[in-house]
């Protein structure tokens, strides 16, 4: 067992009891040899991974989910704080239904395998095509915004044919210290219901045939640490509660007090969410029992106590420099792009060297990110160990939550992988953002005008069986180059060419040749899908010997193949490329073709697995069904 220190930075203990308040998750430990999470070392982790990366101990947020659901009747993980399906999944497992706060959320839901009658749909401004979603989903509750929302909500069940249970979202009018762009609760917030208008919205809601009403709702704002402000909350709630009794004999059947629940960055106290669910019950029970009311059941919306402290972020330090006002500045390889928060609310998160102890002396640092802004700071004033240099890895702790929901491709660079480790062993739950993944939006360029000729030299026609010998010999040229095709050794005798090339002009393919002095020095291979429904469809591939590149011959190849596919009604051209062939899809983009997805690890090649970019283009110009 290697010795435990506890490193400068972090919060740490020698005799193995962590102090409170602790930041980082359950299974870290710092020890000789630098940071290990749940039995793997960051070292190892950032390693195989590559970094910025994100890592969740996976034991401490089952522990974290498991909590939740037990500390109230009804929980609700609040999946903007963290979406991955893996995280879906795991929260559905433990019993909890799932918050969504956008359609693209219940998509995810949806598309994670989640049962819809365990989705609530939230958020403001929903659109139509939100509604019709989630009602086509039968998502079992909607959390409405107001009066409008209902009225075009009661349109879309109705359309289903369906009858929607929904709450409504009250503002109860309470302030709350928090940074104001997380409070969510007062009279100057554009959420939900005006207390004064709850009545009057229900019961218009009453006379909705395709509407059920089950009960009312509230958030008040995010990292926020006692207890008080949600029981003044549950106060509001649980009187309009009364008033609907009172004026429209309306009861409610659920009162959801929404989340916010604080967690620790620094030196917070944590909010303990099981005490938070005692609390609330014991503050519903006294005031229903009172005015004679049925006990609703109370329900909460935990996403950042469940996810935030269980997840930490690793960053290389690639920089280190001393700034004119004698500030010391740490520069990592990442930064807004995969953590906005500090830029938006001014957060402080407790920073560690990962990968090693670390010297005895200190100094106070900055932490900075790499992109093009001077606020790209991470951490201002943390005190990390003063021999911090290129290559070592710190760690942000509580970056579990709003870290990666809130990332962008900020300076095209990719969103960090996401790993979830347990008793030793890590999965990836998100792989990294690739240069790829951000093209795949891309829409189609015009296409390419040629610039200058081929080499007048160079013949192009339709291949014929005496090219077969030499187009033997170029074949086994291109795959002696490696990494461009798939093959990796050529068994193909002549013959075999030879017969293939006596129709390389039919309705079914076209095979087509760059021939220079009798050599082969260019082929393109087009063929159409034989199903009757994707007949519509063929498949590319291309080719140019390495002493005849950048002349124009893969242009004019990839020309002859449109002609082709013209002339047979072929409507779309599909085909798949290495990621590192840059030239390949940039001539592919002049033709128009666009990234339409990617098969992860589709080359098992001598060299290891390769992906593979799958591309497309319409054979007209403009012609896309979207």
Excluded at 213 to 234: D, M, N
Excluded at 365 to 373: D, K, L, N, S
Excluded at 423 to 433: F, K, L
Aim: charged share 25%; proline share 6%; with cysteine.
């Amino acid at each position: 067992m290697a010795e435990r220190v506890a490193p400068i930075g972090a919060t740490g203990s020698t005799t193995g009891v962590s102090p409170a308040p602790n930041p980082w998750p359950a299974n870290v430990t710092f020890e000789a040899d630098g940071m290990w999470l749940a039995g793997q070392s960051a070292a190892a982790l950032a390693g195989r991974f590559a970094t910025p990366l994100l890592v969740f101990d996976q034991e401490d947020l089952t522990a974290r989910l498991r909590a939740a659901r037990l500390a109230f009747p009804k929980t609700f993980y609040a999946i903007k704080a963290f979406t991955a399906h893996a995280m879906l999944r795991l929260a559905i497992d433990e019993g909890l239904d799932l918050l969504a706060a956008s359609g693209g959320e219940v998509e995810a839901c949806v598309r994670a395998g989640v049962p819809p009658s365990r989705i609530a749909f939230h958020g403001r401004n929903k659109s139509d095509d939100e509604l019709e979603l989630a009602v086509r989903a039968r998502v079992g509750l909607v959390i409405a915004d107001g009066l409008d929302e209902l009225r075009r909500l009661d349109g879309s069940a109705g359309a289903a044919g369906i009858v929607q249970p929904f709450l409504l979202r009250v503002n109860p009018g309470l302030r709350v210290d928090t940074h104001e762009s997380i409070a969510t609760g007062h009279e100057s917030t554009a959420f939900g219901v005006p207390a004064s208008a709850v009545s009057e919205t229900v019961a218009a809601a009453a006379s909705m045939p395709h509407l059920r009403f089950l009960g009312l709702h509230a958030h008040i704002g995010s990292q926020v640490l006692t207890t008080e402000p949600f029981l003044h909350e549950l106060d509001v709630l649980v009187a309009l509660t009364a008033r609907l009794r009172e004026q429209h004999g309306i009861a409610v059947d659920m009162l959801d007090m929404g989340g916010g629940f604080g967690i620790t960055y620094t030196d917070e106290r944590m909010l303990s969410v099981s005490e938070m669910g005692a609390a609330a019950e014991r503050r519903l029970r006294v005031p229903c029992g009172e005015r004679g009311l049925p006990v609703p059941t109370l329900a909460a919306e935990p996403g950042r106590s469940i996810a935030g402290n269980a997840g930490i972020t690793l960053y290389r330090v690639g920089d280190r420099r001393t700034l004119g006002d004698g500030r010391t500045v740490i520069a990592v390889d990442g930064g807004m792009s995969d953590n906005i928060r500090p830029m938006l609310y001014d957060a402080h998160y407790m920073v560690a060297v990962a990968s090693r102890p670390g010297g005895p002396l200190t100094e106070s640092v900055t932490v900075v990110g790499r992109h093009c802004e001077s606020g790209d700071v991470l951490a201002d004033g943390v005190t990390l160990p003063s021999d911090v240099e290129r290559g070592d890895l710190l760690a942000f702790a509580a970056t579990g939550a709003y870290t990666y929901s809130l990332a962008s491709t900020y300076n095209r660079v990719g969103r960090p992988a996401v790993v979830a480790v347990r008793e030793g062993q890590a999965s990836v739950w998100i792989r990294r953002e690739e240069p790829g993944d951000l093209d795949r939006l891309e829409a189609p360029a015009p296409r390419a005008v040629p610039q200058k000729d081929p080499p007048a030299d160079i013949t192009l026609r339709p291949a014929q069986p005496e090219d077969a010998r030499s187009f033997l010999s170029f074949w086994k040229a291109i795959v002696a180059e490696g990494g461009y095709v798939r093959s990796e050794e050529v068994e193909t005798p002549a013959r075999v060419y030879r017969a293939r090339f006596r129709q390389s002009w039919t309705d079914r393919e076209a095979q087509v040749v760059a021939i220079d002095a009798g050599r082969v020095v260019g082929h393109v291979y087009i063929q159409r899908e034989a199903h009757p429904v994707t007949r519509h469809v063929a498949t590319i591939g291309i080719a140019v010997s390495a002493d005849h590149r950048g002349l124009g011959i893969g242009r004019e190849l990839m020309a002859e193949a449109f002609r082709w596919a013209r002339s047979v009604d072929v409507e779309k051209i599909m085909l798949s490329v290495y990621p590192h062939n840059h030239a390949a899809i940039a001539l592919y983009r002049r033709f128009g073709f666009v990234e339409e997805g990617r098969l992860v690890g589709h080359s098992r090649k001598s060299s290891g697995y390769e992906d593979e970019i799958l591309m497309s283009a319409w054979v007209e110009e403009g012609r896309v069904p979207w």
